[in-house]
């Protein structure tokens, strides 16, 4: 069936909430929208008048003033919000003595207007009769927006200014323009508003009796209503069609799995390794969700505790259908060509050194980069795509605290970015992928589930490039616990104790003297799946029968393990008067207090899981290298 589209992609948005870790452009004294009325001067000089003007909606008041001797500032009283209708609000414009003419716009936010309407400049506290022929008409009123986005230009003189120079704001940027620049919104944990069309959010409610543009009302939680609101997590969908309706949900096969228990999963107490997961060859077409393969797990989303590890390797789009994880949140980690990321949220692209979290039923698809024609950053684009995904089933993700590490390093919420709002309108054969408690159903819809117009709240995707990440380090002796380079979390009731850590090991300086500076030999109560996005590790030899991009290990809880033979012969004699720059590569790891067991699938080349039979090997030839002789006193 051939499909008629409609699609969207200028969007507008804000960073909004009390509390919120955001950040946002400097303010300016005019404001754009998307209607295309602009600012065309805003002024900044010695004084302030206050303007008298109604409430919801917003004017721009260009004029000449020369004498606002006359100007009568609002009373108190009438600058706090009320239900009448003509109360007012003050809004401050700046002007220079009376001798300066000066040309000014200003923008607030007004009740009462009337669409097209126009207010006396007498009205507002200035002389009609100081409007310059050629100015714009003296009051533009316009239905109040959902969102303002200010936009300010700096001077650019690099002089000295002349007297009487003033600061001017610069032109108007439109929506279109705007998002080119900005399609990001940056803040962990922040509350969002976005819309892809303007208008498309209601204003002081969130169901009201018709929401705007035809829209439909729907809201999506992340945790129980009744959370503390430190942690309470929804957001509000506003889509063009709501998302019941489809087909009744059949079964398919898939090599997912999230029964950790009994028969269903292998218990192995050896250091495990795996090599890259080949890519699908060209002449078959495999989807993200069918290249998903599960590796290892503990717990269950039945009773919403527990991780699972998953690995992927696909080649081909997920045209016309996304899937819904019942199940947990997915961190996935690039570790071989970019991707293309499609949320009901809207668009993200995720290159490897990147990871994005998808929220638990946040409805997705991904697809190659290059195949869903998204510009990259130069280089040829690989046959396919591989890397990790986590899954925590329990709670949300979260940045680790600080401690005495103080309030900034490690991860900076200002580095997490979450999609604008972008919408497609398309009649066709659309397929929603459902994995719930491990298992994949299939269903139908005549309508493709990106439709949400405009959206806002805290439960929303994100991603984060690993290359922000703000490593700290000792400085004088031993090497630290691999805990300072966590970069998201989910905590357990257990203070201290993790459901699951992502942890990175970046490029980075050591310069503990008299020190074994690679990672310590290790028996740990927490389980760690380990994988390579580039280069080499630090602990381990790289390249052909070593670890490889791409592949991956697992350490058990209790499994002794650590460095290799070639590393410890290195490490031992290395000069450690002097720091050394470790950039070798990227790696992470997946740590859980979980006790981890393996699916079928993981121990089954015919899953494209390889196992390294020969791991074992990296630590013979470690030297024994205790002597009585070497012990002062020459004995016991």
Sequence with gaps: MPCVSTKSSMSRAVRCGLGSAASAEAPSLGMSDSAGLAPYGAVKTKRQVPLTITRDAYVWLPVDMSDLATSKQPSAAANRPADDAASVHRISTWWKPRTTKLSVSCSACVRGAVLGSTLPLAQAGMDPSARREDCRPPLSVRPYPSVIRPRVRRRTSTGSRRPGQLWT?????????????????SGFGSHFASEAVPGALPIGQNSPQAPPLGLYAEQLSGTAFTCPRATNQRSWLYRIAPSVGSSASEPMPSRLQVDFGGEAAITNPDPLRWRPPPLP?????????????TMCGAGSPASKDGIAVHMYAFNAPMTDSALNNADGDFLIVPQLGALALTTEFGKLRVEPRQVCVIPRNVRFAVSPAAEAGEAGGGGAEPAGCRGYVLECFGSHFRLPDLGPIGANGLAEPRDFVHPHAWFEDRACHFTLWCKHLGQLFRSRRSHSVFDVVGWHGNYVPFKYDLDRFHPVNSVRVDHPDPSIFTVLTVPTNEPGVAAADFVVFPPRYACAEHTFRPPYFHRNCMSEFMGLIDGNYDAKKGGTGGFEPGGASLHGVGTPHGPDAASFA???TADTSAPSRMDCGMAFMFETASVLRLTPHALDPRSGCVLDDNYAECWEGMPRLFSLSLAQGGGL
């Design 169 to 185: 704001a610069g032109p108007d940027r439109s929506m279109a323009a705007s998002s080119a620049t900005n399609r990001e919104l």
């Design 281 to 293: 060859p060209a002449k078959d077409s495999v989807t993200f969700v069918q290249g998903l393969v």
């Design 570 to 572: 290195a490490a031992t």
